[in-house]
């Protein structure tokens, strides 16, 4: 039976409504999901505050029910960006069809001649991790912009005081 895979990478600090509605949306496409956990080998900065480990967590609890058939997986960073794509089929399920909103994925796929899908944004000014990351600094609400189940892994981490003793400086 040919299965048709479809490729969607993010950096998912953290992984919110926005991807999970992207995600109801491909799964209506195609039979199986490859989830790309983007800069893997990043964690504890202000941008890029949780492990791969952790984003797998809160890809795992929020798809959890939903019936979405998926591999999520960690990718890291390389230097070069023309050996990009070759490096990530190297280590991903096949897929035919790529899912991206973000310009430089979409220009590498499209170079090397893989389908590329923009999918649209769903509500951007608030579903965006620079809008929840700014919030749990803040002290403000977040949970909204997250599944419940994500807010638990958070909650788990302490991720949010994380982020907070990150923004901490030693000079008083
Ligand atoms: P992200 O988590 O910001 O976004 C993931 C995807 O979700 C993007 O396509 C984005 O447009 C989409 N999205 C975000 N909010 C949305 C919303 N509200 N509604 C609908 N869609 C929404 O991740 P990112 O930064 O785009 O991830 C790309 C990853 O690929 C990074 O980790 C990057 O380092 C990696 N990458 C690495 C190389 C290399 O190693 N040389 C090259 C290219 C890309």
Redesign the pocket.
């Known amino acids: 039976m040919h299965m048709r895979r479809a490729f ?6 953290p ?5 999970q ?2 995600l109801e949306m491909i799964a209506k496409e195609v039979d199986e999901v490859v989830i ?5 080998q ?1 964690s504890h900065e202000l941008t890029d505050p949780f492990t791969a480990g952790e984003r797998v967590m809160m890809i795992r609890h929020a798809l959890g029910n939903s019936g979405i058939p998926h591999y999520a997986m960690p ?7 023309t ?2 794509v070759a ?2 089929t190297a280590r991903t399920p096949p897929f035919e069809i790529v ?4 310009p ?2 979409i220009q ?1 796929f499209k170079e090397a001649n893989v389908k590329v899908k ?13 809008e929840i990351r700014s919030r749990m600094l803040k002290g403000e609400d977040w949970k909204h912009l997250v599944s419940p189940e994500v807010a638990d892994v958070i909650e788990e981490v302490n991720g949010a005081d994380r982020l907070r003793n990150l923004a901490m400086s030693d000079d008083p």
């Open positions: 969607y990478i993010g950096r998912f600090q992984f919110h409504l926005g991807h509605a992207v790309g956990i983007g800069s893997a990043r990718i890291e960073d390389i230097k070069q960006n050996v990009w490096y990530v899912y991206s909103n973000n430089l994925v590498l923009q999918p649209p944004m769903y509500l951007r000014s608030q579903y965006s991790g620079t």
